[in-house]
């Protein structure tokens, strides 16, 4: 158990609806990152955001978007949902710049 | 930049030796190495900074050439554990602004 908590484990949805992911890091690690898995493209780094404040961004689509709420927790967003959004999204967590901690992953399908 | 890895794939057999390779375009800060199982989470196997260090965990090493952009994860003798994806990390800058991208990864299996 890697101590990060991603809610829910599966989402199946449809087009066109929105979606949140969310996801509780490990006791006081301040950075928390979103990732992308699908089959052909591996780990796709979305987003990292540092005690509330976003540092780091990458081939995030505007559909989706991304916070780090007081106390640690953050949820991603992801609207407008299309079927090649079905993917696994990590979420890790880090004290800093050290090693990730990642979550079991959330399974989203959109049917 | 997505960094890349050689080879997508590797089968061995017990107690065989192999060796991952990762290189990146850009200049690195840091090298990072995970290894997933299927159905689960990626796991952190080490963290290499810039200085052309190599480090080691168990029969499972690794070396980072700064200059070359490029790191390389060493597995000696290997175990039927060692089965999985590797997928090497880099990161372009320290500080709290950090982008830690993902290769596509490089399936080893090993059989009997």
């Known amino acids: 158990d890697s101590g990060v908590t991603q809610t829910p484990k599966h989402l199946i949805t449809a087009t066109g609806q929105r979606v949140t992911l969310r996801c509780s890091p490990r006791?006081?690690?301040?950075?928390v990152y979103w990732y992308q898995q699908s089959l052909d493209q591996g780990l796709q780094f979305l987003i990292q955001?540092?005690?509330?404040?976003?540092?780091a961004k990458g081939n995030i689509l505007e559909r989706f978007s991304a916070q780090q709420f007081p106390d640690l927790h953050s949820e991603l967003n992801l609207s407008s949902l299309e079927l090649g959004d079905s993917a696994l999204y990590f979420c890790?967590?880090?004290?800093?710049?050290?090693?990730?901690?990642f979550g079991s992953g959330t399974q989203l399908s959109v049917l | 930049q997505q960094p890349v890895q050689s080879p997508q794939a590797v089968i061995l057999r017990e107690g065989e030796d192999a060796v991952i390779n990762c290189s990146s375009s850009?200049?690195?800060?840091?090298v990072h190495w995970y290894r997933q199982k299927h159905g689960e989470a990626p796991v952190f196997l080490m963290i290499?900074?810039?200085?052309?260090e190599q480090k080691g965990h168990d029969k499972i090493s690794a070396s980072f050439n700064e200059k070359k952009q490029q790191s390389s994860l060493y597995l000696t003798a290997s175990q039927l554990s060692y089965s999985g994806t590797y997928f090497c990390?880099?990161?372009?800058?320290?500080?709290?602004?950090?982008?830690?991208?993902f290769g596509k990864g490089t399936l080893l299996t090993v059989n009997p």
């Open positions: 890790a967590s880090s004290p800093g710049n050290e090693k990730l901690f």
């Open positions: 006791s006081g690690d301040l950075s």
């Open positions: 955001y540092y005690n509330g404040e976003e540092r």
């Open positions: 850009k200049a690195l800060y840091s």
């Open positions: 290499l900074l810039k200085g052309g």
């Open positions: 990390g880099t990161g372009s800058s320290g500080g709290s602004n950090y982008k830690l991208t």
